[in-house]
């Protein structure tokens, strides 16, 4: 089970030079932005000289009625909420970098991109795979770190999202039943006013007298946290989910709600965006306003000067820096550990929401995506060149396995038993997205067809061609998903036959999972009881090898 990350195979592409390029417009847009409140402050102080603040009135404890300082429930949660998002973030990374570039459109067309994270302009004139266009980060800061797989980044980033999710939840239910909200709930107009006033102190360099945040926050204090906490927060999750296939090709309306699948992603990046800034001045502000006092406040929820809060807090600090450390390197020693781990949680969680959802979505002819990035490689193989050759005119799909009537069919048969149209978006694990006309035979017609046992509980498509790593492609399908209505195995793309690229002469459609699952260049496919008895026994190649999901719909 023990791999080096180092060795060659892993570090795929080669080149993963890392950049930042973003179009001019945006960068002059989210600069005017970020010094929008900045300028107004100045021009404020200029005009009209430093707004007053409402006084901090001296606190007597015995007669205060809001809540008195930290406890122990709000300061555990806190830690862990910390710990969360420092995975959250390297994991987020790590996966952001294997398709590197951020669009507001649904087709990933080239060149509209708003940001990339490469210095690779994509050629147009020939052929470049999203693999090839991934990148990794170092493990100094990504998660994993080294290894291109987004496998292992997102197998961290939904785990800590999952624990982040629950943190969250029993923060904020806390926080109704004790009268911790009233720190940061606003509760009238007037408390804007305030925070404006407070912003024109800071941008200006002038520290107003800051009131003890034991009893209250200062209003731009009290205005940022309840941001993060129910807008960027909720914003985060829900454009994360927003993400998945399942639930996209599920609800139409979802990821429209943030103006489609990328825009999520986009918006997604932008609350990163929006964490860190709200991080630098938090942090800055925690030390420069009384650090001891501050750190003893969130650590052992006293009001003292005492060094221990500080000395126990950066320790804990420390410890989440040694378990970034452990994981890089239990990503790599371990990996299949942790596919096992996610399998366990994730696929709880999977269970009862998004496992069961089948695709309904459909798209009209003028949403095809004028580009559609391709992935994998093309098939080297004799047996496919020659079908190839002649067009695939004797190319016979063989279907066996734990099956009543095995049969061979050729791309005629198919289209004369039945013959699906349907307009679909993709959604590949790496990022991307694209719309597309499949035409096929839906795969239920074919099940039917040969009959398969009882016991059968797994499908699995192999290809002509290979994995990234050598070997045979193949993944599978469970019976269920194998008999949704969307469920195609494609001969035609945007009304022509299959291109080659495409996955020429069939592909699987399963609209309901992840890119990786739809092989192409299909050679057979066999009905087995369990995906264990096929390649490693994870349930595909990718899976046995890059440590995907098996049930890939998130
Ligand atoms: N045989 C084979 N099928 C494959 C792959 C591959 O590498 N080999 N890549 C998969 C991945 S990761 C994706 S996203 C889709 C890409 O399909 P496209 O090239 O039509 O975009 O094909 C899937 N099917
Ligand atoms: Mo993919």
Redesign the pocket.
């Given at each position: 089970m023990a791999e080096n990350p180092r060795t060659d195979s892993f570090l795929n592409p080669k080149d993963h030079r890392i950049g930042i390029y973003i179009k001019w417009p945006y960068l002059v847009a989210f600069t005017l932005l970020a010094l929008a409140p900045v300028a107004m402050a100045w021009t404020q102080y200029f005009t009209m000289g430093l707004p007053s603040l409402p006084d901090s009135p001296k606190i007597n404890p015995e007669s205060f009625n809001d809540p008195i300082g930290f406890p122990a429930w709000l300061r555990i949660n806190h830690f862990v909420n910390f710990f969360l998002m420092v995975l959250l973030v390297r994991s987020g990374l790590s996966i952001l970098v294997d398709h590197p570039r951020l669009y507001w459109n649904d087709h990933c067309t080239l060149g509209s991109e708003w940001i990339r994270f490469t210095p690779i302009v994509v050629p147009k004139d020939s052929v470049w795979t999203?693999?090839q266009d991934s990148r990794y980060l170092s493990p100094w800061i990504g998660l994993p770190g080294f290894r291109h797989t987004v496998g292992i980044a997102r197998i961290w980033h939904f785990l800590s999202a999952f624990f982040w999710f629950a943190n969250g939840l029993i923060f904020v239910g806390l926080l109704f039943c004790t009268n911790q909200w009233k720190r940061l709930v606003p509760m009238d107009f007037q408390i804007f006013l305030d925070a404006w006033s407070v912003q024109v102190h800071y941008a200006t360099f002038h520290l107003p007298v800051e009131p003890n945040g034991f009893y209250k926050y200062n209003p731009l204090q009290q205005l940022s946290y309840f941001g993060v906490v129910f807008g960027i927060a909720p914003v985060t999750f829900l454009t994360g989910l927003a993400m998945s296939p399942a639930i996209d090709n599920r609800f139409k309306w979802f990821p429209y709600l943030f103006g489609g699948r990328q825009c999520a992603r986009s918006i997604h990046f932008l609350a990163l965006l929006g964490y860190l800034g709200f991080l630098v001045p938090h942090v800055t502000m925690v030390i420069i306003t009384g650090f001891a006092q501050n750190m003893n406040h969130i650590v052992f929820g006293t009001d003292d000067t005492n060094p221990m809060g500080m000395i126990v807090g950066l320790s804990a600090i420390g410890l989440v820096a040694a378990f970034c450390v452990f994981a890089n390197w239990f990503s790599w020693k371990y990996p299949r550990w942790l596919q096992l781990v996610s399998r366990t949680i994730i696929g709880f969680f999977k269970r009862l929401f998004v496992n069961k959802m089948e695709s309904v979505v459909q798209y009209k002819k003028e949403n095809i995506s004028p580009y559609?990035?391709?992935?994998?490689?093309l098939p080297t193989c004799d047996e496919w060149k020659n079908l190839s050759a002649n067009n695939f005119k004797d190319y016979r799909l063989k279907v066996f396995g734990l099956v009543e009537n095995p049969i061979e069919l050729s791309l005629d048969d198919m289209e004369k038993i039945a013959k699906q149209d349907q307009i679909t978006m993709?959604h590949?694990?790496?990022g991307w997205s694209?719309i597309a006309h499949w035409g096929g035979i839906p795969l239920q017609k074919i099940i039917e067809m040969v009959k398969p046992h009882k016991d059968v509980k797994t499908v699995v498509f192999h290809?002509y061609?290979e994995?990234?790593h050598g070997g045979e492609?193949y993944d599978t399908l469970t019976i269920y998903n194998a008999q949704h209505q969307l469920t195609l195995l494609a001969f035609e793309m945007n009304y022509e036959r299959l291109p080659l690229?495409?996955?020429a002469p069939l592909?699987l459609r399963a609209e309901n999972q992840l890119?990786?699952k739809?092989?192409?260049?299909i050679k057979s496919i066999e009905f087995v009881t369990s995906e264990k008895s096929v390649g490693k026994g994870f349930g595909g190649k990718?899976e046995d090898d890059e440590y995907y999901p098996m049930l890939a719909n998130i």
């Amino acid at each position: 089970m023990a791999e080096n990350p180092r060795t060659d195979s892993f570090l795929n592409p080669k080149d993963h030079r890392i950049g930042i390029y973003i179009k001019w417009p945006y960068l002059v847009a989210f600069t005017l932005l970020a010094l929008a409140p900045v300028a107004m402050a100045w021009t404020q102080y200029f005009t009209m000289g430093l707004p007053s603040l409402p006084d901090s009135p001296k606190i007597n404890p015995e007669s205060f009625n809001d809540p008195i300082g930290f406890p122990a429930w709000l300061r555990i949660n806190h830690f862990v909420n910390f710990f969360l998002m420092v995975l959250l973030v390297r994991s987020g990374l790590s996966i952001l970098v294997d398709h590197p570039r951020l669009y507001w459109n649904d087709h990933c067309t080239l060149g509209s991109e708003w940001i990339r994270f490469t210095p690779i302009v994509v050629p147009k004139d020939s052929v470049w795979t999203a693999k090839q266009d991934s990148r990794y980060l170092s493990p100094w800061i990504g998660l994993p770190g080294f290894r291109h797989t987004v496998g292992i980044a997102r197998i961290w980033h939904f785990l800590s999202a999952f624990f982040w999710f629950a943190n969250g939840l029993i923060f904020v239910g806390l926080l109704f039943c004790t009268n911790q909200w009233k720190r940061l709930v606003p509760m009238d107009f007037q408390i804007f006013l305030d925070a404006w006033s407070v912003q024109v102190h800071y941008a200006t360099f002038h520290l107003p007298v800051e009131p003890n945040g034991f009893y209250k926050y200062n209003p731009l204090q009290q205005l940022s946290y309840f941001g993060v906490v129910f807008g960027i927060a909720p914003v985060t999750f829900l454009t994360g989910l927003a993400m998945s296939p399942a639930i996209d090709n599920r609800f139409k309306w979802f990821p429209y709600l943030f103006g489609g699948r990328q825009c999520a992603r986009s918006i997604h990046f932008l609350a990163l965006l929006g964490y860190l800034g709200f991080l630098v001045p938090h942090v800055t502000m925690v030390i420069i306003t009384g650090f001891a006092q501050n750190m003893n406040h969130i650590v052992f929820g006293t009001d003292d000067t005492n060094p221990m809060g500080m000395i126990v807090g950066l320790s804990a600090i420390g410890l989440v820096a040694a378990f970034c450390v452990f994981a890089n390197w239990f990503s790599w020693k371990y990996p299949r550990w942790l596919q096992l781990v996610s399998r366990t949680i994730i696929g709880f969680f999977k269970r009862l929401f998004v496992n069961k959802m089948e695709s309904v979505v459909q798209y009209k002819k003028e949403n095809i995506s004028p580009y559609f990035w391709p992935n994998g490689n093309l098939p080297t193989c004799d047996e496919w060149k020659n079908l190839s050759a002649n067009n695939f005119k004797d190319y016979r799909l063989k279907v066996f396995g734990l099956v009543e009537n095995p049969i061979e069919l050729s791309l005629d048969d198919m289209e004369k038993i039945a013959k699906q149209d349907q307009i679909t978006m993709h959604h590949c694990i790496q990022g991307w997205s694209g719309i597309a006309h499949w035409g096929g035979i839906p795969l239920q017609k074919i099940i039917e067809m040969v009959k398969p046992h009882k016991d059968v509980k797994t499908v699995v498509f192999h290809s002509y061609g290979e994995g990234l790593h050598g070997g045979e492609y193949y993944d599978t399908l469970t019976i269920y998903n194998a008999q949704h209505q969307l469920t195609l195995l494609a001969f035609e793309m945007n009304y022509e036959r299959l291109p080659l690229l495409y996955g020429a002469p069939l592909r699987l459609r399963a609209e309901n999972q992840l890119g990786f699952k739809m092989v192409k260049w299909i050679k057979s496919i066999e009905f087995v009881t369990s995906e264990k008895s096929v390649g490693k026994g994870f349930g595909g190649k990718n899976e046995d090898d890059e440590y995907y999901p098996m049930l890939a719909n998130i």
